[in-house]
């Protein structure tokens, strides 16, 4: 198994958009099309056959993904592979590439070799036939899980003081939403996600790819009860804050006749909000268990017209929160704990 590798990946970064050109009215001109790089050398890949052993791990990817793959997890596109080999905290096992990604993850193909992890290149009506089914992404790749911390765990390694935002989940089964809530994590500047043991798996295929590879850069856990989860963010010093619809919404809650409604978002503490938060979100359609929000020491909402739910509360108030306490600079500037990386990606 390739061993820890770290990297520096500014060259490689998209230029920002106020650096595009634009035209005299100032709309951005349409970008022109990449021209094609040179091959890698044939010594930094190994072209393999249909019955390859080596690959069998990507064969019939759908049948996996329900079977289960032990210890290795599967990452689709390139976004995610650069975002393991970039920031991951996990080792790169393999990569599986079409022939005709050669020369566009040149680059990443030679870095990779040049740390011992071994890129495999099919003919791309092969590669289809690998993973079962028309796969026009044409990048895949193996990595080894980690493993699974519990809750105390994570909350303890992020900073003892000063400020911190972690997002706590529970029954978060639904792997788009999953997906969304890592790459809000990672915008945001968050240091954790602690979910419940009946949340899906953040290192499930689609999860990853909609988290843009976000999932293997933010620590999470996966691990206990809803109640054990928001014990662990307590026990590091966070207030808990519970997102839920409005009374105004379609929704019966007899938790606003015991301890009142849901405080409106802008007029919770402004300018005094606590500096350690953690944002406890529920799954699509239900929201937040009765139990959950009577754990939370506090419940906000975003006010809206009619029954209407808000779809993107989340990002919503994870933003409002960096608005509190950082600038745009310092959200930037976020680090996560990169165990594996790679030279040159």
């Not at 790819?209 to 850069?217: D, T």
């Not at 503490?269 to 268990?289: C, D, F, I, N």
């Not at 009765?290 to 739910?309: F, N, S, Y």
């Amino acid at each position: 198994m390739p061993g820890s590798v770290k990297s520096d990946v500014s060259s490689l970064a998209s230029p920002p958009r106020s650096q595009r050109k634009g035209d005299s009215n100032g709309a951005l001109s349409p970008s022109p099309k990449k021209a094609e790089g040179p091959l890698p050398p044939p010594s930094s890949y190994i072209r393999v056959e249909y019955g390859d052993r080596r690959v069998e791990v990507y064969r019939n990817l759908k049948e996996r993904d329900v079977t289960g793959r032990g210890d290795v997890f599967i990452l689709e596109g390139e976004n995610s592979v650069r975002n393991l080999v970039r920031n991951g905290r996990m080792p790169l096992v393999s990569v599986c590439l079409s022939e005709r990604r050669l020369r566009p993850m040149a680059p990443l193909i030679e870095a990779l070799s040049r740390h011992n992890v071994p890129v495999y290149v099919l003919k791309s009506d092969a590669f289809s036939s690998i993973v079962g089914f028309n796969f026009h992404r044409g990048v895949l790749a193996c990595g080894k899980r980690p493993r699974l911390l519990e809750p105390p765990e994570v909350a303890r390694q992020l900073p003892g003081e000063g400020h911190s935002t972690i997002i706590l989940g529970e029954t978060i089964n639904n792997l788009d939403n999953v997906g969304g809530l890592f790459r809000n994590a990672a915008a945001f500047g968050c240091g954790a996600v602690l979910l419940d043991d009946k949340s899906a798996d953040p290192l499930y295929r689609k999860a990853c790819r909609v988290s843009g590879g976000h999932a293997l850069n933010v620590p999470f856990s996966r691990i206990g009860s809803i109640g054990d989860v928001i014990s662990a963010a307590k026990a590091t010093g966070h207030v808990v804050v519970a997102l839920v619809t409005p009374s105004t919404s379609d929704r019966e809650n007899a938790v606003d006749a015991d301890i009142g409604e849901p405080i409106p978002l802008d007029a919770w503490r402004p300018g005094h909000r606590p500096e350690r938060l953690a944002v406890l979100v529920g799954a699509e359609g239900p929201g937040l268990t009765e139990a959950a929000q009577r754990l939370a020491d506090v419940r906000l909402c975003i006010p809206m017209d009619g029954m209407v739910p808000c779809g993107v509360r989340n990002a919503i108030i994870l933003r409002t929160i960096a608005e509190t306490f950082v600038n745009l600079h310092a959200i930037k500037q976020t680090q996560f704990c990169g165990q594996h990386r790679v030279d040159g990606v």
